[in-house]
Protein backbone atom coordinates (compact mmCIF):
# COMPACT_ATOMS: atom_id res chain seq x y z
CA UNK A 1 0.00 0.00 0.00
CA UNK A 2 1.54 3.43 -0.82
CA UNK A 3 2.23 5.92 1.92
CA UNK A 4 -0.42 8.26 0.90
CA UNK A 5 -3.40 5.40 0.87
CA UNK A 6 -2.04 4.64 4.41
CA UNK A 7 -2.16 7.83 6.06
CA UNK A 8 -5.31 7.81 4.34
CA UNK A 9 -6.83 5.00 6.33
CA UNK A 10 -5.18 6.07 9.43
CA UNK A 11 -7.31 9.69 9.18
CA UNK A 12 -10.22 7.78 8.07
CA UNK A 13 -9.86 5.00 11.05
CA UNK A 14 -9.63 8.30 13.67
CA UNK A 15 -12.28 9.80 12.00
CA UNK A 16 -14.27 7.10 12.57
CA UNK A 17 -13.36 6.63 15.85
CA UNK A 18 -14.09 9.96 16.61
CA UNK A 19 -17.18 9.78 15.32
CA UNK A 20 -18.67 6.62 17.19
CA UNK A 21 -17.38 8.17 20.31
CA UNK A 22 -19.64 10.87 19.64
CA UNK A 23 -22.58 8.41 18.76
CA UNK A 24 -21.88 6.57 21.63
CA UNK A 25 -22.94 10.02 23.45
CA UNK A 26 -25.55 10.66 21.76
CA UNK A 27 -26.83 7.73 22.75
CA UNK A 28 -26.25 8.30 26.24
CA UNK A 29 -28.29 11.25 25.89
CA UNK A 30 -31.48 9.81 24.65
CA UNK A 31 -31.53 7.55 28.06
CA UNK A 32 -33.89 10.31 29.60
CA UNK A 33 -34.42 9.84 33.24
CA UNK A 34 -37.47 9.87 35.74
CA UNK A 35 -36.41 13.78 36.45
CA UNK A 36 -36.14 14.51 32.63
CA UNK A 37 -40.08 13.32 32.80
CA UNK A 38 -40.57 15.34 35.48
CA UNK A 39 -38.74 18.07 34.11
CA UNK A 40 -41.04 18.02 30.77
CA UNK A 41 -44.22 17.57 32.62
CA UNK A 42 -43.58 20.39 34.87
CA UNK A 43 -43.30 22.32 31.35
CA UNK A 44 -46.02 21.01 29.97
CA UNK A 45 -48.15 22.37 32.91
CA UNK A 46 -47.01 25.71 32.75
CA UNK A 47 -48.08 26.31 29.73
CA UNK A 48 -51.18 24.35 30.43
CA UNK A 49 -51.90 27.23 33.17
CA UNK A 50 -50.84 29.99 31.08
CA UNK A 51 -53.63 28.67 28.64
CA UNK A 52 -55.82 28.35 31.59
CA UNK A 53 -55.56 31.93 31.89
CA UNK A 54 -56.30 33.08 28.55
CA UNK A 55 -59.07 30.85 28.55
CA UNK A 56 -60.67 32.77 30.99
CA UNK A 57 -59.66 36.07 29.97
CA UNK A 58 -61.66 38.43 27.29
CA UNK A 59 -59.31 37.72 24.36
CA UNK A 60 -61.44 39.95 21.62
CA UNK A 61 -63.23 43.24 21.84
CA UNK A 62 -65.92 42.34 23.85
CA UNK A 63 -64.93 40.75 27.00
CA UNK A 64 -66.51 37.67 26.26
CA UNK A 65 -64.36 34.97 27.61
CA UNK A 66 -64.03 31.21 26.10
CA UNK A 67 -65.21 29.92 29.77
CA UNK A 68 -68.23 31.54 29.44
CA UNK A 69 -69.73 28.93 26.87
CA UNK A 70 -67.08 26.40 27.49
CA UNK A 71 -66.72 26.00 31.61
CA UNK A 72 -63.40 23.74 32.24
CA UNK A 73 -63.34 24.07 28.15
CA UNK A 74 -66.42 21.34 27.81
CA UNK A 75 -68.17 20.93 24.76
CA UNK A 76 -65.05 21.80 22.80
CA UNK A 77 -64.47 18.07 21.84
CA UNK A 78 -60.98 18.21 20.79
CA UNK A 79 -60.46 14.62 20.26
CA UNK A 80 -62.92 14.85 17.01
CA UNK A 81 -60.53 16.82 15.53
CA UNK A 82 -60.10 16.96 12.69
CA UNK A 83 -63.09 16.65 11.22
CA UNK A 84 -65.97 17.98 8.96
CA UNK A 85 -67.00 21.06 10.05
CA UNK A 86 -70.05 20.99 8.01
CA UNK A 87 -70.53 24.85 9.15
CA UNK A 88 -67.16 25.92 8.10
CA UNK A 89 -67.86 23.09 4.60
CA UNK A 90 -64.06 21.45 4.95
CA UNK A 91 -62.37 19.48 7.33
CA UNK A 92 -60.79 21.93 9.82
CA UNK A 93 -58.34 21.43 12.81
CA UNK A 94 -59.15 22.49 16.75
CA UNK A 95 -56.91 25.81 16.14
CA UNK A 96 -59.20 26.85 13.35
CA UNK A 97 -62.49 26.43 15.19
CA UNK A 98 -60.95 28.28 18.66
CA UNK A 99 -59.67 31.15 15.50
CA UNK A 100 -63.92 31.28 14.33
CA UNK A 101 -64.85 31.49 18.05
CA UNK A 102 -62.09 34.21 18.71
CA UNK A 103 -63.43 35.92 15.34
CA UNK A 104 -66.96 35.96 16.52
CA UNK A 105 -68.55 35.21 19.40
CA UNK A 106 -65.14 37.07 21.03
CA UNK A 107 -64.92 39.66 18.43
CA UNK A 108 -61.34 39.59 18.20
CA UNK A 109 -58.13 38.82 15.94
CA UNK A 110 -57.30 34.89 15.20
CA UNK A 111 -53.93 34.03 15.99
CA UNK A 112 -51.55 31.57 13.67
CA UNK A 113 -51.72 27.77 14.64
CA UNK A 114 -47.90 27.98 16.67
CA UNK A 115 -48.39 30.88 18.14
CA UNK A 116 -47.23 30.12 21.91
CA UNK A 117 -50.92 31.93 23.35
CA UNK A 118 -52.55 29.94 20.94
CA UNK A 119 -50.41 26.83 21.71
CA UNK A 120 -51.12 27.28 25.44
CA UNK A 121 -55.01 27.74 24.40
CA UNK A 122 -55.11 24.40 23.21
CA UNK A 123 -52.69 22.60 26.13
CA UNK A 124 -55.31 23.76 28.24
CA UNK A 125 -58.35 22.43 26.17
CA UNK A 126 -56.38 18.82 25.84
CA UNK A 127 -56.00 18.80 29.55
CA UNK A 128 -59.53 18.92 30.45
CA UNK A 129 -60.18 16.19 27.98
CA UNK A 130 -57.33 14.01 28.76
CA UNK A 131 -58.61 10.18 29.00
CA UNK A 132 -61.20 10.44 26.01
CA UNK A 133 -60.10 8.47 23.61
CA UNK A 134 -59.43 10.03 19.91
CA UNK A 135 -62.05 10.23 17.65
CA UNK A 136 -61.09 12.11 15.01
CA UNK A 137 -64.08 13.26 12.49
CA UNK A 138 -66.90 12.75 14.80
CA UNK A 139 -69.42 15.19 14.85
CA UNK B 1 -140.01 31.17 32.66
CA UNK B 2 -137.12 30.03 30.02
CA UNK B 3 -134.75 28.11 32.69
CA UNK B 4 -134.15 24.69 30.47
CA UNK B 5 -134.66 21.24 32.52
CA UNK B 6 -131.07 20.96 32.78
CA UNK B 7 -130.19 24.02 34.39
CA UNK B 8 -133.59 23.47 37.03
CA UNK B 9 -132.08 20.43 38.08
CA UNK B 10 -128.46 21.65 37.92
CA UNK B 11 -129.52 24.29 40.83
CA UNK B 12 -131.95 21.91 43.27
CA UNK B 13 -128.92 19.59 43.16
CA UNK B 14 -126.67 22.43 44.23
CA UNK B 15 -129.16 23.35 46.89
CA UNK B 16 -129.55 20.33 48.64
CA UNK B 17 -126.02 19.42 48.28
CA UNK B 18 -125.10 22.49 50.01
CA UNK B 19 -127.94 21.93 52.46
CA UNK B 20 -125.48 18.84 53.88
CA UNK B 21 -121.91 20.13 53.07
CA UNK B 22 -119.84 19.87 56.20
CA UNK B 23 -118.10 23.42 57.42
CA UNK B 24 -114.89 22.39 55.87
CA UNK B 25 -115.50 21.62 52.66
CA UNK B 26 -118.06 25.02 52.38
CA UNK B 27 -115.01 27.27 53.10
CA UNK B 28 -112.55 26.03 50.35
CA UNK B 29 -115.09 26.38 48.45
CA UNK B 30 -116.05 29.89 48.87
CA UNK B 31 -113.58 30.98 51.30
CA UNK B 32 -109.79 32.53 51.10
CA UNK B 33 -108.76 29.37 49.34
CA UNK B 34 -110.40 28.89 46.58
CA UNK B 35 -109.76 26.38 44.19
CA UNK B 36 -106.85 26.03 41.70
CA UNK B 37 -107.34 27.37 38.29
CA UNK B 38 -105.74 27.02 35.08
CA UNK B 39 -103.71 29.82 33.32
CA UNK B 40 -99.96 30.38 31.73
CA UNK B 41 -97.62 32.69 32.67
CA UNK B 42 -94.71 33.33 30.97
CA UNK B 43 -90.62 32.55 32.08
CA UNK B 44 -87.84 34.97 30.53
CA UNK B 45 -84.08 34.30 32.10
CA UNK B 46 -80.40 34.45 32.07
CA UNK B 47 -80.26 37.41 30.17
CA UNK B 48 -76.17 38.30 31.30
CA UNK B 49 -76.26 42.04 30.12
CA UNK B 50 -72.81 42.15 29.66
CA UNK B 51 -71.38 45.74 29.44
CA UNK B 52 -68.05 46.51 27.31
CA UNK B 53 -67.74 50.09 27.84
CA UNK B 54 -69.99 53.17 28.51
CA UNK B 55 -72.87 52.70 26.52
CA UNK B 56 -71.96 49.75 24.79
CA UNK B 57 -72.96 45.96 25.80
CA UNK B 58 -72.78 43.02 24.08
CA UNK B 59 -74.99 42.67 20.99
CA UNK B 60 -75.07 38.66 21.25
CA UNK B 61 -76.69 38.88 24.75
CA UNK B 62 -78.84 41.68 24.25
CA UNK B 63 -80.40 40.42 21.17
CA UNK B 64 -81.19 37.19 23.18
CA UNK B 65 -83.41 39.32 25.74
CA UNK B 66 -85.11 41.74 23.00
CA UNK B 67 -86.00 38.22 21.05
CA UNK B 68 -87.85 36.50 23.57
CA UNK B 69 -89.26 39.82 25.11
CA UNK B 70 -90.83 40.41 21.49
CA UNK B 71 -92.07 36.85 21.30
CA UNK B 72 -93.14 36.28 24.56
CA UNK B 73 -95.53 40.19 23.82
CA UNK B 74 -96.81 37.93 20.48
CA UNK B 75 -98.47 35.43 22.79
CA UNK B 76 -102.19 35.02 22.86
CA UNK B 77 -104.18 34.98 24.76
CA UNK B 78 -102.05 36.92 27.40
CA UNK B 79 -99.86 35.08 29.65
CA UNK B 80 -101.43 36.31 33.76
CA UNK B 81 -97.50 37.56 34.35
CA UNK B 82 -94.15 37.05 33.24
CA UNK B 83 -91.03 35.74 36.02
CA UNK B 84 -87.57 37.36 35.03
CA UNK B 85 -85.24 34.12 36.27
CA UNK B 86 -82.53 35.77 37.69
CA UNK B 87 -79.35 36.83 35.97
CA UNK B 88 -80.45 40.31 34.36
CA UNK B 89 -76.66 41.47 34.73
CA UNK B 90 -73.51 39.98 33.85
CA UNK B 91 -71.31 41.49 36.82
CA UNK B 92 -74.38 43.38 38.40
CA UNK B 93 -73.78 46.61 37.41
CA UNK B 94 -76.11 49.13 37.53
CA UNK B 95 -75.31 50.04 33.49
CA UNK B 96 -76.20 46.77 33.09
CA UNK B 97 -79.25 46.31 35.52
CA UNK B 98 -80.60 49.58 33.71
CA UNK B 99 -80.26 48.30 30.00
CA UNK B 100 -81.21 45.00 30.91
CA UNK B 101 -84.52 46.80 32.57
CA UNK B 102 -84.68 48.77 29.71
CA UNK B 103 -85.43 45.83 27.25
CA UNK B 104 -87.52 44.07 30.10
CA UNK B 105 -89.68 47.37 30.07
CA UNK B 106 -91.25 46.62 26.78
CA UNK B 107 -92.48 43.00 28.23
CA UNK B 108 -96.02 43.61 27.97
CA UNK B 109 -97.42 42.45 31.50
CA UNK B 110 -96.77 42.25 35.30
CA UNK B 111 -93.16 41.19 35.90
CA UNK B 112 -92.12 39.25 39.24
CA UNK B 113 -88.19 38.88 39.48
CA UNK B 114 -86.00 36.15 40.68
CA UNK B 115 -82.50 37.01 41.54
CA UNK B 116 -79.81 35.55 40.11
CA UNK B 117 -75.94 35.35 41.39
CA UNK B 118 -75.04 37.98 38.56
CA UNK B 119 -77.06 40.14 39.88
CA UNK B 120 -76.59 40.01 43.48
CA UNK B 121 -72.49 39.66 44.50
CA UNK B 122 -71.43 42.93 43.13
CA UNK B 123 -73.08 44.98 45.68
CA UNK B 124 -74.92 42.11 47.48
CA UNK B 125 -78.09 42.97 46.62
CA UNK B 126 -78.64 46.88 47.31
CA UNK B 127 -79.22 48.03 43.32
CA UNK B 128 -81.92 44.97 42.69
CA UNK B 129 -83.86 45.78 45.98
CA UNK B 130 -84.05 49.28 45.64
CA UNK B 131 -84.88 49.44 42.01
CA UNK B 132 -86.47 46.14 40.84
CA UNK B 133 -87.51 43.98 43.80
CA UNK B 134 -87.56 42.46 47.35
CA UNK B 135 -84.91 39.67 47.23
CA UNK B 136 -87.61 36.76 48.47
CA UNK B 137 -91.26 37.16 48.57
CA UNK B 138 -94.48 35.12 48.07
CA UNK B 139 -98.06 35.89 46.41
CA UNK B 140 -101.16 33.72 45.71
CA UNK B 141 -102.28 33.68 41.94
CA UNK B 142 -105.78 31.74 41.34
CA UNK B 143 -105.86 29.43 43.90
CA UNK B 144 -101.65 28.94 43.43
CA UNK B 145 -99.08 30.07 45.91
CA UNK B 146 -96.19 31.20 44.57
CA UNK B 147 -92.67 31.52 46.05
CA UNK B 148 -89.68 33.44 45.67
CA UNK B 149 -86.26 32.28 46.57
CA UNK B 150 -83.01 34.42 46.95
CA UNK B 151 -81.17 30.78 46.40
CA UNK B 152 -78.05 32.31 45.41
CA UNK B 153 -76.77 33.06 48.59
CA UNK B 154 -73.47 31.80 49.87
CA UNK B 155 -71.38 30.96 53.31
CA UNK B 156 -70.48 34.46 55.12
CA UNK B 157 -67.51 33.79 55.43
CA UNK B 158 -66.70 33.72 51.50
CA UNK B 159 -68.97 36.59 51.17
CA UNK B 160 -67.01 38.48 53.84
CA UNK B 161 -63.75 37.62 52.95
CA UNK B 162 -60.96 40.54 52.35
CA UNK B 163 -61.63 40.95 48.76
CA UNK B 164 -59.75 43.67 47.14
CA UNK B 165 -63.03 44.65 45.60
CA UNK B 166 -66.35 44.25 45.35
CA UNK B 167 -66.07 43.33 41.65
CA UNK B 168 -63.30 40.73 42.54
CA UNK B 169 -66.20 38.79 44.89
CA UNK B 170 -68.69 39.33 41.60
CA UNK B 171 -66.03 37.75 39.26
CA UNK B 172 -65.42 34.75 41.55
CA UNK B 173 -69.36 34.07 41.54
CA UNK B 174 -69.25 34.83 37.74
CA UNK B 175 -66.94 32.18 36.49
CA UNK B 176 -69.12 29.07 36.91
CA UNK B 177 -65.75 26.77 36.99
CA UNK B 178 -64.18 28.85 39.47
CA UNK B 179 -62.35 26.22 41.74
CA UNK B 180 -62.24 28.88 44.17
CA UNK B 181 -66.20 29.29 44.32
CA UNK B 182 -68.39 28.79 46.95
CA UNK B 183 -71.75 26.59 47.04
CA UNK B 184 -75.18 28.53 46.72
CA UNK B 185 -77.68 28.14 49.01
CA UNK B 186 -80.92 29.43 50.68
CA UNK B 187 -79.44 30.14 54.15
CA UNK B 188 -81.41 29.82 57.79
CA UNK B 189 -83.08 33.05 57.55
CA UNK B 190 -85.16 32.39 54.44
CA UNK B 191 -85.47 28.72 55.58
CA UNK B 192 -87.15 30.00 58.48
CA UNK B 193 -89.16 32.40 56.52
CA UNK B 194 -90.57 29.45 54.55
CA UNK B 195 -91.44 27.44 57.08
CA UNK B 196 -93.62 30.43 58.43
CA UNK B 197 -94.52 31.22 55.38
CA UNK B 198 -95.91 27.69 54.27
CA UNK B 199 -97.70 27.45 57.45
CA UNK B 200 -100.69 29.06 56.41
CA UNK B 201 -101.14 27.42 53.02
CA UNK B 202 -103.67 24.39 52.42
CA UNK B 203 -101.73 21.40 52.02
CA UNK B 204 -104.32 20.89 48.81
CA UNK B 205 -102.95 24.15 47.28
CA UNK B 206 -100.44 23.68 44.55
CA UNK B 207 -97.41 25.14 45.66
CA UNK B 208 -95.21 26.53 42.93
CA UNK B 209 -91.38 27.86 43.80
CA UNK B 210 -89.08 30.19 41.74
CA UNK B 211 -85.64 29.48 42.31
CA UNK B 212 -82.54 30.54 40.53
CA UNK B 213 -80.32 27.79 41.65
CA UNK B 214 -81.81 23.90 41.51
CA UNK B 215 -82.73 23.39 44.87
CA UNK B 216 -80.86 20.25 44.35
CA UNK B 217 -77.67 18.62 44.20
CA UNK B 218 -76.38 18.26 40.61
CA UNK B 219 -73.06 19.44 39.47
CA UNK B 220 -70.98 20.64 42.42
CA UNK B 221 -68.13 22.23 40.56
CA UNK B 222 -70.64 24.59 38.36
CA UNK B 223 -73.00 25.24 41.35
CA UNK B 224 -75.72 23.39 39.53
CA UNK B 225 -76.42 22.78 43.32
CA UNK B 226 -77.88 24.45 46.40
CA UNK B 227 -76.04 23.21 49.32
CA UNK B 228 -79.79 23.10 51.79
CA UNK B 229 -81.23 21.45 49.64
CA UNK B 230 -82.73 18.47 51.23
CA UNK B 231 -83.84 21.31 54.22
CA UNK B 232 -85.87 23.19 51.63
CA UNK B 233 -87.57 19.76 49.58
CA UNK B 234 -88.67 18.90 53.55
CA UNK B 235 -90.33 22.24 53.69
CA UNK B 236 -92.87 21.34 50.93
CA UNK B 237 -92.98 17.51 51.74
CA UNK B 238 -96.38 17.98 53.02
CA UNK B 239 -97.82 19.65 50.29
CA UNK B 240 -99.51 17.16 47.24
CA UNK B 241 -98.70 19.61 44.51
CA UNK B 242 -95.52 21.21 44.23
CA UNK B 243 -93.31 22.58 41.59
CA UNK B 244 -90.06 23.99 41.62
CA UNK B 245 -88.40 26.03 38.61
CA UNK B 246 -85.00 27.40 38.83
CA UNK B 247 -82.88 29.11 36.25
CA UNK B 248 -78.90 29.20 36.53
CA UNK B 249 -78.24 26.36 34.47
CA UNK B 250 -78.90 27.40 30.93
CA UNK B 251 -80.15 23.49 29.39
CA UNK B 252 -83.48 21.71 29.39
CA UNK B 253 -83.68 19.58 32.75
CA UNK B 254 -86.23 18.01 34.53
CA UNK B 255 -86.78 15.51 37.60
CA UNK B 256 -89.53 14.41 40.11
CA UNK B 257 -87.68 14.25 44.09
CA UNK B 258 -90.79 12.49 46.20
CA UNK B 259 -93.79 15.01 45.72
CA UNK B 260 -91.83 17.93 43.92
CA UNK B 261 -91.47 18.37 40.30
CA UNK B 262 -88.09 20.53 39.18
CA UNK B 263 -88.14 22.20 35.75
CA UNK B 264 -85.23 24.72 34.64
CA UNK B 265 -85.62 26.91 32.36
CA UNK B 266 -83.76 28.39 29.08
CA UNK B 267 -81.19 30.72 29.57
CA UNK B 268 -82.17 33.78 26.73
CA UNK B 269 -77.88 34.78 26.51
CA UNK B 270 -75.62 31.19 25.69
CA UNK B 271 -76.21 27.61 26.69
CA UNK B 272 -73.97 25.67 29.10
CA UNK B 273 -73.25 22.53 28.46
CA UNK B 274 -74.44 19.39 30.27
CA UNK B 275 -72.35 18.28 33.26
CA UNK B 276 -71.43 14.89 31.24
CA UNK B 277 -69.19 16.97 28.81
CA UNK B 278 -66.85 17.53 31.37
CA UNK B 279 -65.20 14.23 31.82
CA UNK B 280 -63.34 14.55 34.47
CA UNK B 281 -65.86 14.67 37.51
CA UNK B 282 -68.94 12.69 37.81
CA UNK B 283 -72.47 14.23 38.09
CA UNK B 284 -75.95 13.71 39.40
CA UNK B 285 -78.36 15.10 36.75
CA UNK B 286 -81.49 12.78 36.49
CA UNK B 287 -81.89 10.36 34.07
CA UNK B 288 -85.14 11.61 33.47
CA UNK B 289 -83.86 14.71 31.67
CA UNK B 290 -83.95 14.50 27.56
CA UNK B 291 -81.51 16.88 26.83
CA UNK B 292 -82.13 19.88 24.75
CA UNK B 293 -80.05 19.89 21.06
CA UNK B 294 -76.52 20.83 21.35
CA UNK B 295 -75.65 24.20 20.24
CA UNK B 296 -74.18 25.29 16.89
CA UNK B 297 -72.21 28.34 17.90
CA UNK B 298 -72.58 29.14 14.26
CA UNK B 299 -76.20 30.07 14.80
CA UNK B 300 -75.94 32.75 17.70
CA UNK B 301 -79.52 31.68 19.17
CA UNK B 302 -78.76 28.29 19.25
CA UNK B 303 -79.69 26.48 22.36
CA UNK B 304 -81.44 29.66 23.81
CA UNK B 305 -84.43 30.72 24.50
CA UNK B 306 -87.67 30.92 26.94
CA UNK B 307 -90.85 29.40 27.30
CA UNK B 308 -94.29 29.61 28.84
CA UNK B 309 -95.59 27.40 31.28
CA UNK B 310 -99.14 26.30 31.64
CA UNK B 311 -100.90 25.31 35.23
CA UNK B 312 -103.51 22.36 34.71
CA UNK B 313 -105.31 21.40 38.05
CA UNK B 314 -101.89 22.78 39.98
CA UNK B 315 -99.36 21.09 37.67
CA UNK B 316 -97.14 22.50 35.13
CA UNK B 317 -96.24 22.10 31.72
CA UNK B 318 -93.00 24.01 30.09
CA UNK B 319 -93.47 24.84 26.97
CA UNK B 320 -89.92 25.80 25.71
CA UNK B 321 -89.32 28.23 22.86
CA UNK B 322 -86.57 27.46 20.87
CA UNK B 323 -85.27 29.50 17.92
CA UNK B 324 -85.28 27.82 14.92
CA UNK B 325 -85.42 24.61 16.75
CA UNK B 326 -88.31 22.17 17.57
CA UNK B 327 -90.30 23.58 20.63
CA UNK B 328 -89.95 21.03 23.15
CA UNK B 329 -93.27 20.50 25.89
CA UNK B 330 -92.03 18.97 29.23
CA UNK B 331 -95.42 17.85 31.40
CA UNK B 332 -96.00 16.12 34.45
CA UNK B 333 -97.44 13.05 33.68
CA UNK B 334 -100.36 12.08 36.24
CA UNK B 335 -100.04 8.45 35.00
CA UNK B 336 -96.30 8.56 36.00
CA UNK B 337 -96.21 10.52 38.61
CA UNK B 338 -93.48 12.76 37.06
CA UNK B 339 -92.69 15.29 34.58
CA UNK B 340 -92.07 14.03 30.47
CA UNK B 341 -90.95 15.51 27.61
CA UNK B 342 -94.26 14.96 25.34
CA UNK B 343 -92.55 13.71 22.06
CA UNK B 344 -89.27 12.57 22.98
CA UNK B 345 -89.10 10.80 26.26
CA UNK B 346 -88.91 6.99 25.02
CA UNK B 347 -85.68 5.99 24.20
CA UNK B 348 -86.46 5.41 20.85
CA UNK B 349 -87.59 8.50 20.14
CA UNK B 350 -84.60 10.26 20.92
CA UNK B 351 -82.37 11.72 17.89
CA UNK B 352 -78.97 12.71 17.06
CA UNK B 353 -78.91 16.57 18.45
CA UNK B 354 -79.81 15.32 21.78
CA UNK B 355 -76.52 13.35 22.59
CA UNK B 356 -74.19 14.98 24.03
CA UNK B 357 -70.25 14.12 25.44
Not at chain 1, 100 to 122: F, Q, R, S, T, Y
Request: aromatic share 12%.
Amino acid sequence: MSKKKRLWGIFLAVLMGAISMAVGFSIQAGEFTQADLERWDREFMSVVTEGDKLFHSALGKNQVSCDQCHPNAANTHPETYPKFQQQIGRVVNLFEMVNWCIENPLEGEPMLADDPKMVAILSYIHHERRGVPLAPGKH
Amino acid sequence: MTMNRRAFLKTTAAGLIGAALPLRLVKVAFGADSPAQDFTFGYISDAHIQQIKGTKFVRNWDMGLIRAVREANLLTPKPDFFMFGGDLAQLGKKEELDHGLEIMSNLRGKVYYVTGEHDYYLDLGEYWQSKISPLYYSFDHKGIHFVVLNSILTYDNWIHKKWDAPMDRMLAMARLDNPDGSPFMVGDDQLAWLKKDLEKIDRATPVVVFSHSPIQKIFKPWNFWTEDAEQVQALLKPFEKVTIIYGHVHQIQYNQIGNISFHAVMATAWPWPYPESYTQLPNCLSKLTVPMNRADPFFERDATGWQYIDLDKGRTAMRYQLPDNTNRTVAYSTQDGRPEDLTYQEYRNRIPPQRHY
